[in-house]
């Protein structure tokens, strides 16, 4: 469900409007980076996730069938807390199980299952058994696995290579134009793309190559879904400046 305006308890001094967005922003609900759909309050630079601006007050997870997560604008108690999901710390909104103490980010929660690209399918784990692409170890956090099982990757390094640019966007907010934003993810990204390429060279041979090229381009899908919207728009997006 999407709407042109709302009114939001984490800004109850203006209404947010829609807005899609092709310049990463940090979201001033969960305080991570997010592209695509967001709500927003132009008067003020207050921007949010379409997750963080229009959460469920409670939902479940196929990962966690016991579990039942509350949605909480803070993580509760007073020790750091982390994400199930992608291991990255937890500093505002988030879906937390009372029970058993997992929290996930309002983008994790939302994860869709299946990235598809038309030519690769991506499916979500929480954990795999093969070793990630990035980082080349196993276990961790969740993961996007291809259907042909060779290339995977977690969510925790999709965020890790993100980590830069959010840092970026954190110093740079107010100082820089939001075009000059874009170019710092620009500079990022292709850094990523030589490492996969590296791998794939020395590791990976014939039919298995071809799919995991393939695997590496719906990177693009994985990016956008991790940063809150895996548009086929977004991943366009990003996809085009992995190219440059
Ligand atoms: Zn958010
Ligand atoms: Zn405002
Ligand atoms: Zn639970
Ligand atoms: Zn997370
Ligand atoms: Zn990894």
């Given amino acids: 469900m999407k709407y042109n305006e709302i009114s939001h308890f984490g800004h109850p ?88 103490g997992y929290d996930l980010h309002p983008c994790c929660a939302k994860l869709p299952m299946v990235l598809d690209d038309g030519e690769v399918k991506l499916y979500l784990y929480r954990k795999v058994s093969e070793s990630c692409h990035r980082c080349g170890r196993k276990g961790r956090s969740w993961s996007y696995r291809s259907a042909c099982k060779k290339y995977n990757l977690h969510v925790a390094c999709v965020k890790e290579m993100l980590v830069e640019t959010w840092h970026d966007l954190n110093v740079g907010r107010g100082s820089y134009s939001t075009g000059s934003s874009t170019r710092k993810l620009e500079t990022r990204i292709p850094s990523l793309k030589g490492t996969l390429q590296t791998r794939h060279h020395s590791k990976s041979k014939g039919k298995v190559q071809k799919c995991c090229e ?9 990016i956008s879904a991790v940063l809150g919207d895996p548009t086929t728009l977004i991943a366009g997006v990003v996809g085009s400046l992995m190219s440059k």
Avoid at 75 to 90: L, M, Q, W
Avoid at 214 to 222: E, K
């Fill in 13 to 100: 001094q203006h209404k947010l409007k829609f807005e899609y967005t092709t310049d990463p922003f940090k979201c001033d609900g969960c305080k991570e980076v997010g592209i695509g759909s967001s709500y927003k309050c132009n008067t003020c630079d207050y921007d949010l996730h379409m997750h963080c601006a229009l959460p469920s007050p409670s939902i479940s997870h196929p990962f966690y069938t016991k579990c039942s997560f509350q949605f909480l604008a803070r993580p509760p108690g007073n020790t750091p807390r982390y994400c199930n999901a992608c291991e990255k710390d937890v500093t505002g909104f988030v879906y937390h199980c009372k029970s058993c």
């Fill in 214 to 222: 393939m695997a590496g381009l719906a990177l693009q899908f994985v």
